[in-house]
């Protein structure tokens, strides 16, 4: 793999137009680009998941460098075709929480963002896996998949984060506990909880709440929320967004190259905040798998 930081000047650009702002975004987000001294081999705002991911296979092979618009479930989508390639994957931050992009130190706004895909470095980084599929920054068990599973995509899309928090705490209402079975191939440990988080980076929902999940490790983060009570684990949020002093208390970190997770009840988990799969469930890393896009340490 190349070791010169410097991100290409030639890429393809690739949207998703039904993520929160990928339609409007696309035509400015071309322009900006090009503006700024990137030559776009090609550029593509597209509805269909199925050609989305049609189109960035493609472009992997043809580009040293292919710019992804859209929301955490896109982008989750679409790093799977970069691994262990040196096409660079630059991302745009088009969705509702952009939790990969904050995992990545990306700014937010498009104009700052095409700014870093203009000017900004290339950085090897560490891939998350479950059961093969392949993740940047997260996974959750527990009340992140009851959102996922019930959100009303407009109100995703009219609220952005407001409207998906609301829905959260309708949701946590019908919260139950599960036991949890962690085996590090050491030793098997065994817990109640109210949240599983399968951190490579540590943001979910837009907040970080794993601070020592970083993108580079060569290890996953399993950060268990202990608690039975749906008090206890509105309070890990809070305290965690707000970064309060107690905001550790309650729960169990394990960590490694590889582990299992058993749950009872069956649980479903979502990667990247789309629902993936159920337990039981192999999450590995792959370290060094992925060239990404980010901001220059002189800027």
């Given at each position: 793999m190349t070791k010169d930081r410097t991100l290409p000047r030639k890429a393809i650009l690739i949207v998703n137009a039904k993520s929160r702002s990928g339609a409007d975004a696309?035509?400015?987000?071309?322009?900006?680009?090009?503006?700024?001294?990137?030559?776009?081999?090609?550029?593509?705002?597209?509805?269909?998941?199925?050609?989305?991911?049609?189109?960035?296979?493609?472009?992997?092979?043809?580009?040293?460098?292919?710019?992804?618009?859209?929301?955490?479930?896109?982008?989750?989508t679409a790093i799977?075709?970069?691994?262990d390639k040196d096409t660079v994957f630059a991302v745009l931050p088009l969705g509702t929480a952009n939790s990969f992009a904050r995992a990545l130190g990306l700014p937010l706004t498009l104009e700052e963002a095409v700014a870093v895909v203009a000017s900004g470095v290339r950085r090897r980084i560490d891939l998350g896996s479950i059961n093969g599929d392949y993740f940047g920054n997260s996974a959750a068990i527990g009340l992140s998949p009851m959102i996922a599973r019930s959100v009303p995509h407009g109100l995703k899309r009219v609220l952005g984060r407001v409207g998906y928090l609301l829905w959260a705490a309708r949701v946590a209402a019908g919260f139950k506990p599960f036991r949890v079975m962690i085996d590090d191939g050491k030793a098997r440990?065994?817990?109640?909880?109210?949240?599983?988080?399968?951190?490579?980076?540590?943001?979910?929902?837009?907040?970080?709440?794993?601070?020592?999940?970083?993108?580079?490790?060569?290890?996953?983060?399993?950060?268990?929320?202990?608690?039975?009570?749906?008090?206890?684990?509105?309070?890990?949020?809070?305290?965690?967004?707000?970064?309060?002093?107690?905001r550790a208390e309650g729960r169990i970190e394990f960590r490694g190259r590889k582990l299992r997770i058993e749950t009872d009840p069956v649980m479903d988990v979502t990667i990247d905040g789309e629902l993936s799969t159920k337990t039981p469930i192999e999450v590995s890393v792959a370290a060094k798998a992925v060239d990404v896009a980010i901001p220059s340490p002189r800027a």
């Open positions: 696309f035509d400015k987000a071309e322009t900006l680009l090009e503006d700024a001294g990137v030559e776009l081999l090609d550029a593509r705002a597209i509805k269909s998941p199925h050609r989305l991911k049609d189109a960035v296979k493609a472009a992997v092979r043809k580009a040293p460098m292919v710019i992804v618009g859209g929301g955490d479930g896109t982008l989750s799977d075709f970069f691994k440990s065994e817990v109640w909880a109210s949240e599983v988080r399968i951190a490579n980076g540590g943001y979910f929902g837009g907040v970080e709440l794993v601070e020592d999940a970083e993108l580079g490790s060569g290890e996953i983060i399993v950060d268990i929320v202990a608690t039975k009570t749906r008090r206890n684990l509105v309070g890990s949020w809070i305290s965690s967004a707000l970064r309060l002093r107690n």
